[in-house]
């Protein structure tokens, strides 16, 4: 250290760096170790140097318009006895500031966590576990968080206009969805789309269970599983059960308004659904590659099995015989985006209507032909084979293998005897037609 003065405002407003040099340092007699640096370009702060652990230690305090010299003094006191205690200030104001600058960033990632939307991490959910999922269970968590679109109001835009159950929640902060909101939320949608809600709800839950599991987002959900509370479950109430069947008795005036439907692949889609018993999806995504004229079977894609293999029965043969064969899809449709029928609800409906028939569903004929069957007294493993059920009991899942020729024995008996009853007369062979293609 060089000469020492007892610093003064004065004098610490005039002292300069020598010509020549990079900076220079005036050193004060009343407190030692403290300095004040000026460099050549006129920059000016307080320092303090002392020895700590056998080395030159020096700390930048700061400028002479932030600190007075009596602050200085000051601090220049504190950082003397640090170092007389084997502490080294400059080592510590580092650590300090990786602490503080650590801490930021903490705090930033926090803030940026609790402004993490239902949204964001419900296409980080879909994104991880899609591969895990069936197509149909994709699309429902797809489906469900789908916002409204008030233009929606054309062919194929059902309910077009109303938001998706889940979708009010995807703005939201993750960190905000907690039970009372869904509990709210499920009072509403309650009451208005029960059946829609349950299955919204079930996805969430499942959506929470997983966040709460995973390393980014435990921390934000709130456990338990907010989802799962008495409240929300009352409040969404319990599917009833469906009993809707055709009877013996309606067969006739339903086949009748089903077939004035002007779109053959619709009247022949609804046909073809009672007479196999298959789900409504599975009839619909029918490619005419799942037919085969030479042994007479329609290879069905089975949400449970993957694949199920029924007979083809003459009057279902004789239907698709009279399809148009526009593209791989049985039930084509030129105006329709996938080149195939949508579930044709409507148009199901009002013929039902028209039949004096109220509330039949696309899964009720898959219902009544499981019915209409106890009429003719058919073994329930043929009627769950057919319909894709998983077989019952030790003797159907361990020693019944029903092959297709004893399928088809029972099959074209059922739909005999459901054409009788329906007042059809089956004019086909009992061969598969040719099938033709339309240009």
């Known amino acids: 250290m060089g000469k020492r003065e007892n ?59 932030a600190w007075t010299i009596d602050a200085a003094r000051r601090e220049a006191a504190r950082l003397k006895v640090q170092t007389d205690s084997g502490i080294n200030p400059a080592e510590q104001r580092r650590e300090q500031d990786e602490a503080k600058a650590a801490a930021r960033v903490q705090a930033e990632t926090e803030r940026q966590r609790q402004a993490l939307t239902v949204g964001e991490a419900w296409t980080a959910y879909i994104e991880e576990r899609r591969t895990h999922w069936s197509a149909l269970h994709l699309r429902d968590n797809v489906r469900m968080v789908q916002p409204g679109n008030a233009k929606a109001q054309g062919r194929g835009y059902r309910n077009g206009k109303t938001a998706a159950p889940l979708a009010e929640f995807m703005p ?22 029960p059946t829609s809600a349950r299955l919204a709800w079930r996805l969430l839950s499942a959506f929470l269970g997983w966040c709460a599991e995973h390393p980014q987002y435990a921390a934000i959900v709130q456990g338990p599983n907010p989802a799962k509370t008495r409240r929300t ?33 619709v009247a022949a889609a609804l046909q073809v659904m009672l007479l196999t018993g298959a789900r409504p ?69 009002r013929a039902c209507q028209a039949a004096g028939l109220d509330d039949l569903t696309l899964h009720g004929l898959r219902r009544s032909l499981s019915t209409l069957t106890e009429w003719l007294e058919i073994p329930a493993g043929v009627v769950a084979q057919l319909m894709g059920h998983a077989p019952s009991g030790t003797i159907e899942r361990h020693y019944k293998s029903r092959g297709l020729d004893v399928l088809r024995v029972h099959h074209e008996r059922i739909e005999a005897w459901i054409l009788e009853q329906g007042g059809i007369a089956l004019q086909a062979e009992q061969a598969l037609p040719t099938l033709r293609r339309v240009q």
């Open 7 to 65: 610093f003064t405002a004065a004098r610490v407003a005039d002292f300069t760096c020598p010509a020549g040099k990079q900076q220079a340092i005036y050193w004060d007699a009343k407190q030692p170790g403290l300095g004040l640096r000026v460099t050549a370009s006129g920059a000016r702060a307080y320092v303090f140097e002392s020895r700590c652990q056998g080395r030159t230690v020096r700390v930048t305090i700061g400028g002479p318009s």
């Open 172 to 193: 939201l902060a993750l960190a905000k969805l907690d039970a009372a909101r869904i509990e709210e939320w499920a009072a509403r949608e309650g009451q208005t789309r």
């Open 233 to 265: 479950r009352e409040a969404l109430g319990k599917p009833g059960a469906k009993s809707d069947v055709l009877t013996r008795e309606q067969l006739s005036a339903w086949f009748a308004q089903v077939k004035k439907i002007q779109n053959p692949a």
């Open 281 to 349: 999806g599975e009839v619909l995504s029918l490619r005419w590659e799942d037919i085969s004229t030479q042994w007479r079977s329609i290879s069905l894609r089975d949400k449970a099995q993957g694949r199920r293999t029924i007979p083809l029965a003459p009057y279902a043969a004789e239907l698709l015989a009279g399809l148009p064969r526009r593209n791989a899809w049985v039930f084509s449709s030129p105006s329709s985006a996938t080149g195939r029928l949508s579930a044709p609800n409507a148009q199901h409906a």
